[in-house]
Nanobody
């Protein structure tokens, strides 16, 4: 399984960017897809996640408090792709953004974590 992320770049404060991440390879089920970020000198943190859940729990999304109302995660399961729409970007959003996917490769497999290479997001003030 490979995750290919794209869409990072340089934007002015208040601007917008859209990140994309496509999963390819042997995939039976995309359980969850999400975005993490790591700023210089800081630990990697969850930005947003979209989980397809189970028949009992249903789908869910979660966001870091710092991005709520500004970032929106969405996914296209037909394309095995997750998106992160980021608006009202701030200098504190500067980080390397990593795509993450929890994938089952066979019907009764547990979830396995996969990571994409990071994409840099820079916000100028």
């Amino acid at each position: 399984v490979q995750l290919q992320a794209s869409g990072g770049g340089l934007v002015q404060a208040g601007g917008s960017l859209r990140l994309s991440c496509a999963a390819s390879g042997s995939i039976f089920r995309l359980n969850a897809m999400g975005w993490y970020r790591q700023a210089p000198g800081k630990q990697r943190e969850l930005v947003a996640e979209s989980d397809s859940g189970t028949m009992l729990t249903g789908p869910s999304t979660k966001y870091a408090d710092s991005v709520k109302g500004r970032f929106t995660i969405s996914r296209d399961d037909a394309k095995n792709t997750v998106y992160l729409q980021m608006v009202s970007l701030k200098p504190e959003d500067i980080a390397v953004y990593y795509c993450n996917a929890e994938i089952s490769q066979r019907p009764y497999d547990d979830r396995t974590d996969y990571w994409g290479k990071g994409t840099q997001v820079t916000v100028s003030s």
